[in-house]
């Protein structure tokens, strides 16, 4: 069965910076597109970045655009979001989420597997 784990979160200081990891296992992880989703307290779950099958596309919200980067090691059935220059309102579960396809997608209906989530807590 297909596993999806998430590593990295923790609480930071407004400025600060943290890697997440996923780390991916019961898929083909090379064929599968990835993303990284949020969700606030009392907030739907958003998209925040998503990779393709290869790494050699990827997208962002316009609200992490230029702080977060996306990546992939498929040697390594791993994913990670690098996020920057954190502030307070990027306080939320972060997922993570795979896909059958091979397409990198922002809609999180187009995702067929999920992570537990990661707490991340910015303070200001």
């Known amino acids: 069965q297909v596993q999806l784990v998430e590593s990295g979160g923790g609480l930071v200081q407004a400025g600060g910076s943290l890697r997440l990891s996923c780390a991916a296992s019961?898929?083909?992880?090379?064929?599968?597109?990835m993303g990284w989703f949020r969700q606030a307290p009392g907030k739907d779950r958003e998209f925040v970045a998503t990779?393709?099958?290869?790494?050699?596309?990827?997208d962002y919200a316009d609200s992490v655009k230029g702080r977060f980067t996306i990546s992939r090691d498929n040697a390594k059935n791993t994913m990670y979001l690098q996020m920057n220059s954190l502030k307070p309102e990027d306080t939320a579960v972060y997922y993570c989420?795979?896909?059958?396809?091979?397409?990198?997608?922002?809609?999180?209906?187009?995702?067929?597997?999920w992570g537990q989530g990661t707490q991340v807590t910015v303070s200001s």
């Open positions: 990779i393709n099958w290869s790494g050699g596309s990827t």
């Open positions: 019961g898929l083909t992880f090379s064929r599968a597109a």
């Open positions: 989420a795979a896909s059958r396809g091979v397409v990198a997608r922002s809609w999180r209906n187009d995702y067929d597997y």
